[in-house]
């Protein structure tokens, strides 16, 4: 039994949802309660079983090994229940997602390239449970559409870029999943642009994700190793900047480091572009950050945001305005299990609906 991503009728009848967030470097799974009270609980998190982990390996070996992995841990949550089954498993995946389920691609889980994977249609078979699978971002935005009265475009800025707009009580795709890949903008056309992990130049997500700002970080040590010398990363133990990472980053922006601070608004130029776009073409009014990169740096982040969203200008906005606007997510990592969670528990409720006489 399956749980078409664009259907709301739902088969299963149980409470226990099991929910998983699959993404570049990690595979969170829980149980959601789909009916009372939406309360997440049973919390695991492992490495995901993709590039990150296999660098080097062909696309075709690294789905096989992500899908494989995916039903071991459903199958492993569901065993922490005994005698009881899942309602549905919720798969929110780091990749674009038609409304059938099939994943269109996943960069940041096994690369470049690769054949669709129809991956509800695949676990349905396997695990012989309604499933769901859509996008992490689609998941994530159903976290806060109980919690926001207007329009938002949520922003996720951790090993990739990814957004989602939800307005009218849905997520704004199309029926193959378009729709939410700021990530994928190309907003450098040099020829030497930062090379984004789907393969193309210039990305959004190649140059402002937290994988981007690292690597601007060393290439900006690398052009001015004086000034890296007197930073505060290379102070702290990585004089090489080939020992840098996102941590030693995040913590420096939040100290006021000069060096640092300097790159990441360098990035932020184009992610403020992105959104500028986004508010100028359909007035979206709210938008929620979260990702691990952002979050990690917190509030600063927000700042230097609105910062240079203030420089670019919005049109029609003042500044006080254009900083209401920006928020910051939840301090944590469980948007896409909390998200679809709920989004199950809405499909299973009115799947209740329907059948009830």
């Known amino acids: 039994m399956a749980i078409p991503s664009g259907d709301p009728a739902v088969t299963g009848t149980g409470e226990a949802v099991t929910v998983m967030d699959v993404g570049g470097t990690t595979l969170r799974v829980g149980t959601f309660d789909a009916r009372g009270g939406g309360r997440l609980s049973d919390v695991r998190r492992t490495p995901v079983d993709g590039m990150a982990g296999h660098p ?48 269109l691609g996943a960069p940041t889980v096994w690369g470049a390239g690769g054949a669709p994977v129809p991956l509800r249609e695949i676990l349905s078979a396997r695990l012989c449970a309604p499933v769901l ?73 190649a140059i402002a994700s937290g994988r981007g700002v690292l690597a601007a970080v060393r290439r900006a040590a690398a052009s001015d190793p004086v000034g890296y010398a007197r ?12 020992l840098l990472g996102n941590p030693g980053i995040a913590q420096a922006v939040r100290d006021g480091d000069p060096f640092t601070t300097a790159v990441l608004r360098s990035t932020l130029v184009h992610l403020a572009a992105a959104v500028g776009g986004v508010f100028a073409s359909i007035g979206i009014r709210r938008y929620v950050l979260m990702g691990g990169f952002a979050l990690a740096i917190g509030e600063r982040y927000r700042e230097l945001l609105v910062e240079e969203l203030v420089r670019q200008g919005c049109f029609g906005l003042t500044a006080a305005q254009v900083d209401a606007m920006v928020v910051l997510g939840e301090d944590d990592d469980d948007h896409g299990l909390i998200g679809a969670g709920r989004l199950v528990g809405r499909r299973l409720a009115a799947h209740r609906e329907k059948v009830t006489p």
Do not use: M
């Open 56 to 103: 080097g390996a062909p696309v075709p070996v690294l789905q096989r090994q992500v899908v494989d992995q995916i039903v071991r841990e459903a199958e492993r949550q569901a065993g922490t229940r005994p005698g009881t089954a899942p309602a549905a498993l919720a798969v929110a995946f780091a990749g674009p997602v038609a409304r059938d389920g099939t994943v």
């Open 231 to 242: 930073s505060a990363p290379a102070r702290a133990g990585a004089a090489d900047p080939c």
């Open 133 to 205: 699978v859509v996008n992490d971002l689609t998941a994530a935005a159903w976290r806060y559409a109980t919690e926001s009265p207007v329009p938002f475009c949520l922003l996720t800025i951790s090993s990739g870029i990814g957004n989602k707009v939800f307005r009218d009580d849905e997520v704004l795709l199309d029926v193959e999943g378009h729709g939410g890949e700021l990530g994928h903008w190309t907003c450098d056309r040099s020829p030497d642009a930062p090379l984004c992990d789907c393969g193309g130049r210039g990305h959004l997500g």
